[in-house]
């Protein structure tokens, strides 16, 4: 399965944006789906997933509350909706397919995968 992310772009702070992970081929059903984000200068960091089971979710702390990530209808599509928008959202946010939604399997997915595509780039500013 390959993934594709889209939708970033400049947002003021307090803002929202929607980001897309897009499947080219087969549907998402059976896969969980996990964001991450890597802002300049720094590491790649987990921020959530939704389970390929019961589409139960994960949040890092700092998103919590402000983040939602969901499954769209078409099946191909999962969504990181971001409201509330701070400076230090900013990062290329990414989308992979971890081995489960729990903050180990979104740690073991940081560790174990080398190419992590292009991402979108989310830019936080006044």
């Known amino acids: 399965v390959q993934l594709q992310a889209s939708g970033g772009g400049l947002v003021q702070p307090g803002g929202s944006l929607r980001l897309s992970c897009t499947s080219s081929?087969?549907?998402?059903?059976?896969?969980?789906i996990g964001w991450f984000r890597q802002a300049p200068g720094k590491e790649r960091e987990a921020v959530s997933c939704?389970?390929?089971?019961?589409?139960?979710?994960y949040y890092t702390g700092s998103v919590e509350g402000r983040f939602t990530i969901s499954r769209d209808d078409s099946e191909k599509t999962v969504s990181l909706q971001m409201n509330s928008l701070q400076p230090e959202d900013t990062a290329l946010y990414y989308c992979?397919?971890?081995?489960?939604?729990?903050?180990?399997?979104?740690?073991?997915?940081?560790?174990?995968?080398?190419?992590w595509g292009q991402g979108t780039l989310v830019t936080v500013s006044s």
């Open positions: 939704i389970s390929e089971r019961d589409d139960s979710t």
């Open positions: 081929g087969s549907t998402l059903n059976g896969y969980a």
């Open positions: 992979m397919i971890p081995p489960g939604c729990s903050a180990r399997a979104m740690l073991n997915t940081l560790i174990q995968v080398d190419t």
